[in-house]
């Protein structure tokens, strides 16, 4: 029997490369002589470049640029084992993880730094680009990764605006056309798994804004300021950003980038599992074991587990998910292609007990599993 392993990161615990280890480990103690096959899987959010780089034999470089406040941090992006590929995570550059919780302040901080990697992609020949959004520190609409593409943002007396989602209620007018030219030769996909839209009540402000640092009057003029931009947008453009679902993400990241760079927002785990080959894989196969560390409802919305039972649905694969907690009602992904939840806790524990010991509830829950697999009756 073939059985594919395509879990998700358990966040805070385990990368996506280790949960599958760990899972295969406890299937060998079962079926020593089967067929597993290891794959990866994200959402765009974190874990996507590790997924990829691992499911694809690609590699990872690491590039000293500007972090959200302006202090030079390491920055890491992987480019897939084709060669032309790079799959970028924002947070890797302008990550709320880079600043202490005292000093976030999205007015000021910027994705400078994530401009700054597609850079030095393009300088290594690469021409396509897979952008992971989630995770950052910021709400500026994408204006620092477009300035370090070469993107002039200017105000009224034709100076640089400030960086930062402040610096947008200066913005006057916006000048593409010192952008790096390789940019229009290249495929750009931003993967995401929100629709959130650029403005309003489900807006980038007002749902992201309070977990990156903003008071309620940062919101509101945050807010403000995103809408400023996307009128400057229309006027240089013709583009409405904010009717595209999904500019919100990550601060807005999506809107500039769709606006400038031509950018396709696309559902983060179908772009990824396409990327790795996933379908392909999962034809011949007997089982897939997938998971991440909850499982519920949002569970629907876009997440690497409901993309995998979706494409393993579709051969006939049935799918057992381990996931660290289970919560509410989780019927709904049942008619989703899972056939089975199962929690790894097989104790009453702590949720800082569980993460500690994760992998090893993988490999006891997976050898589980397997045995009832194994039952003869």
Do not use: W
Not at 176 to 192: K, N, Q, T
Not at 337 to 361: F, H, K, N, T
């Amino acid at each position: 029997m073939k059985i594919v392993i395509a879990p998700d990161s358990f966040k805070g615990s385990l990368t996506a490369g280790q949960a599958a280890a760990y899972i295969e480990k406890g299937i060998r103690r079962v079926f020593p002589s089967c067929t597993v096959d290891r794959i990866p899987v994200a959402d765009g959010g974190e874990g996507t470049v590790d997924a990829m780089v691992s499911a694809t034999g690609g590699k990872m470089v690491r590039k000293r640029v500007l972090g959200p406040l302006g202090d030079e941090v390491e920055g890491i992006f992987g480019i897939l084992g084709d060669g032309r590929t790079a799959v970028i995570e924002t947070a890797s550059a302008s990550g709320l993880m880079l600043i202490p919780p005292g000093r976030r302040n999205p007015m000021t901080a910027s994705t400078f730094g994530t401009g700054q990697l597609i850079m030095d992609a393009l300088d290594r020949g690469c021409r396509k680009f897979i952008i992971g959004l989630g995770g950052s520190a910021t709400v500026d609409g994408g204006a620092g990764l477009l300035s370090a593409l070469g993107v002039e943002f200017t105000d009224r007396s034709g100076r640089r605006i400030p960086a930062g989602g402040g610096g947008l209620e200066l913005l006057s007018s916006i000048d593409p056309s010192g952008m790096d030219e390789r940019i229009r030769d290249s495929e750009v996909l931003i993967a995401c798994d929100v629709d959130n839209p650029l403005c309003g009540d489900r807006g980038a402000a007002r749902v992201f804004g309070p977990q990156k640092g903003a008071t309620q009057q940062m919101v509101k003029l945050l807010d403000k300021n995103l809408r400023n931009l996307a009128d400057v947008i229309m006027e240089t453009t013709g583009r409405d950003v904010c009717s595209i679902p999904g500019a919100g993400a990550a601060g807005g990241i999506g809107a500039g980038m769709a606006a400038f760079m031509n950018a396709s927002l696309v559902t983060g785990v179908d772009i990824i599992l396409e990327a790795v080959g996933f379908e392909e894989r999962v034809k011949d196969a007997g089982l897939v074991i997938t998971g991440e560390g909850s499982m519920d409802y949002q569970t629907l919305h876009g997440k690497a587990p409901i993309g995998v039972a979706r494409t393993a649905k579709r051969y006939r694969v049935p799918v057992v998910a381990m996931a660290g907690g289970v919560k509410g009602d989780i019927s709904p992904l049942y008619e989703e292609g899972i056939s089975a939840v199962v929690s790894i806790c097989s104790r009453p524990m702590s949720l800082q007990q569980a993460m500690s010991e994760a992998g090893d509830l993988l490999t006891d829950t997976a050898e589980r599993v397997m045995r009832l697999i194994d039952i003869k009756i």
